[in-house]
């Protein structure tokens, strides 16, 4: 042999990799940089890390308090007349290409449950 000590392989439980995970996520640390210093393979952290990712996921489809929708502030009022669009007061674009328009008296509420819709197509 090289001369070199090989420990144990420590066998971590689920809730162990679970706050590794949620560790991995706030330490600015690349994938590999983080496995190495904290002894876990890279294997482990992307199959766990995947997993997270559809649990988040599918909470997110169910919630729409976890919608991805943001807040926006127009800088000036933008007119009709000057887009050329007469339709909405509203138009949102979302990142799968569909556009969603939306009239004065639209509440909040219903165009999240619109978007969460859209976003299962």
């Known amino acids: 042999m090289s001369g070199e ?12 990799i679970e706050r590794l995970v949620d560790l991995y996520g706030s330490s600015g640390m690349g994938r590999i940089e983080f496995c190495r210093s904290h002894g876990m393979s890279l294997s482990t952290l992307n199959r766990n890390l995947k997993k997270q990712e559809k649990q988040q996921s599918r909470a997110g489809k169910r919630d729409v308090e976890r919608s991805r929708l943001v807040t926006v502030e127009l800088a000036a009022p933008v007119s009709a007349v000057a887009t050329g669009e007469l339709s909405g007061a509203l138009t949102v674009l979302m990142t799968n290409g569909r556009r969603v328009e939306v009239g004065r008296g639209f509440d909040a509420e219903t165009l999240a449950q619109l978007v969460t819709v859209l976003e299962r197509l």
């Open 5 to 16: 000590s090989v420990g144990a392989v420590r066998r971590r439980g689920r809730a162990e």
